[in-house]
């Protein structure tokens, strides 16, 4: 049978509408089972619970670290401050907490015990009233105040005046004879001393040779012989003593020796005028101010101890005795308790001191490489902020989104199968994890349709590391536990 060219036209183009038909419903059924995701990672922003500047940086990006290598250093010389402060309140209150454990010392114990007898001789004394030996001590401070008045009163007596003018002239003779130096008659007597002086040392010297060869030959003892010899060095020092006056007075009154007789002369001269002048009146008004307090302190000693100070006293006896019974049983039991919290309480200030210290040091807690540096050198950064992000290149997954129709065949531990782009072969990886609860689900399920809708997350690890495959690259799943794409 023949068919028309156009009959034939129209068959070959419907033949080729239904395969191409055939063949796009294919594809898409295939891109409608393939399950693609990319790549996730959670990098660790490593950071400080310390502020501080930046002192140094000593990781840079790309840098692989492992756990303990140090990033950042920061300034902490205030922290170091307040862990040495820290510390030492924490010795401060050890060294509390063994005193009280230890106790009074005897020394304490006995100085107070010396207390409570004191404060107990005192209060006897009070109630003893004075002794007889001080009521005449009174009377008799209170005669001789009396008396100093009285003299006051009166005045200078004439033989006072006259010996104050008696003292005046020999000042006044001793500053002339200063001034005018020695006369020619006292010179010669001078030198009159010296002559002889020198007689006598020669006299001396001569009698200290004889003894001298005397003794030598053995006719005198050792003891004339020291004697003879004392004789001439007596002898000798007259001699230099008369040689020095004899000089000073030639050469006159030095001035200092001057200086000084003018200071005699004019403080006699004062002397005297006080004296002819007579007493003062705030001397006289001083003087019975004294003896107004010697009646009153003789008053106060003869009427005895007033009955408040006995008490007072007794106070003081009762507070001293109390305070001895206290260190006598030693140290309470609750005052050790609160050392012993002091103790802790300091302890354990100091180990957060020298813990935010070492804070200084911020060192990476995982392997892994550095992403990125998020401060320079000299920022200034708060306490938590984020220093240096470290991305784990083990830790590295895919999120595929399953409907809920395949969700059987999918179980935790499964192997699968990936094609990430750019990598040639397939990928090995295995179902880490998957959702308890649907996604995209609407908010009333009516029909079998839209419960196909829903799909569940699965968390896809892979099964060796691959430093071909990176956070942010895509992959498409192709099989994963009974699941498989469409070919």
């Given at each position: 049978m023949h068919l028309k060219p156009g009959v034939l036209v129209a068959l070959v183009v419907l033949t080729a509408l239904g395969v191409g038909g055939w063949w796009m419903e294919a594809?898409?059924?295939?891109?409608?089972?393939?399950?693609?995701?990319?790549?996730?990672?959670?990098?660790?922003?490593?950071?400080?619970?310390?502020?501080?500047?930046v002192a140094r940086i000593l990781v840079a990006e790309g840098d692989r670290v492992r756990p303990g290598q140090a990033l950042i250093e920061l300034e902490v010389d205030a922290n170091r401050a307040d862990m040495r402060a820290a510390q030492a309140a924490a010795?401060?209150?050890?060294?509390?907490?063994?005193?009280?454990?230890?106790?009074?010392?005897?020394?304490?114990?006995?100085?107070?015990?010396?207390?409570?007898?004191?404060?107990?001789?005192?209060?006897?004394?009070?109630?003893?009233?004075?002794?007889?030996?001080?009521?005449?001590?009174?009377?008799?401070?209170?005669?001789?105040?009396?008396?100093?008045y009285a003299r006051a009163r009166a005045g200078a007596r004439p033989q006072e005046i006259e010996g104050a003018r008696a003292a005046a002239r020999q000042a006044a003779a001793r500053l002339a004879a200063a001034e005018r130096g020695p006369t020619v008659e006292e010179r010669a007597q001078l030198q009159a001393r010296l002559d002889a002086s020198n007689a006598r040392e020669r006299l001396a010297a001569q009698d200290a040779e004889r003894v001298r060869s005397l003794h030598a030959q053995g006719a005198v003892s050792r003891q004339a012989l020291d004697r003879a010899t004392a004789d001439l060095e007596t002898a000798r020092a007259a001699r230099r003593a008369d040689e020095e006056a004899l000089r000073r007075a030639r050469l006159g009154t030095p001035p200092e020796e001057l200086e000084q007789?003018?200071?005699?002369?004019?403080?006699?001269?004062?002397?005297?005028?006080?004296?002819?002048?007579?007493?003062?009146?705030?001397?006289?008004a001083a003087a019975a101010a004294d003896a107004r307090s010697a009646r009153e302190a003789l008053r106060l000693v003869r009427r005895g101890a007033r009955a408040e100070d006995v008490q007072a006293a007794a106070a003081r006896v009762a507070q001293a005795r109390a305070a001895l019974r206290e260190l006598e049983e030693g140290t309470r039991r609750e005052q050790i308790q609160q050392a012993r919290a002091g103790e802790a309480a300091a302890?354990?200030?100091?180990?957060?001191?020298?813990?935010?210290?070492?804070?200084?040091?911020?060192?990476?807690?995982?392997?892994?490489r550095v992403e990125r540096v998020l401060v320079a050198e000299g920022d200034l950064v708060g306490p938590g902020a984020a220093l240096v992000r470290v991305a784990d290149t083990n830790d590295i997954w895919l999120r595929a989104f399953l409907p809920e129709a395949d969700l059987a065949r999918v179980r935790v531990g499964d192997a699968a199968e990936l094609r990430v782009d750019g990598v040639p072969d397939a990928v090995a990886a295995r179902v880490e994890a998957i959702a308890t609860q649907g996604e995209f689900t609407?908010?009333?399920?009516?029909?079998?349709?839209?419960?196909?809708?829903?799909?569940?997350?699965?968390?896809?690890?892979?099964?060796?590391?691959?430093?071909?495959?990176?956070?942010?690259?895509?992959?498409?799943?192709?099989?994963?536990?009974?699941?498989?794409?469409?070919?």
């Open positions: 594809r898409r059924a295939r891109e409608r089972s393939a399950l693609s995701g990319f790549f996730e990672s959670q990098p660790t922003n490593m950071a400080s619970r310390i502020g501080g500047r010795w401060q209150a050890a060294e509390r907490l063994r005193e009280a454990r230890n106790g009074p010392r005897d020394e304490d114990i006995q100085r107070q015990r010396a207390m409570v007898a004191e404060a107990e001789a005192a209060l006897r004394k009070l109630r003893a009233g004075p002794l007889p030996e001080e009521i005449r001590e009174a009377e008799a401070r209170l005669d001789r105040v009396e008396a100093a007789s003018r200071q005699a002369a004019r403080q006699a001269q004062a002397a005297l005028a006080l004296v002819e002048a007579g007493t003062r009146r705030e001397d006289i302890r354990d200030l100091a180990r957060a001191a020298a813990l935010r210290t070492s804070e200084g040091r911020v060192i990476s807690t995982i392997v892994g609407p908010a009333n399920l009516q029909t079998p349709g839209e419960r196909g809708k829903q799909v569940f997350a699965v968390r896809l690890r892979l099964v060796r590391e691959d430093p071909r495959v990176k956070a942010g690259m895509y992959a498409t799943v192709r099989s994963m536990g009974g699941w498989k794409a469409t070919q």
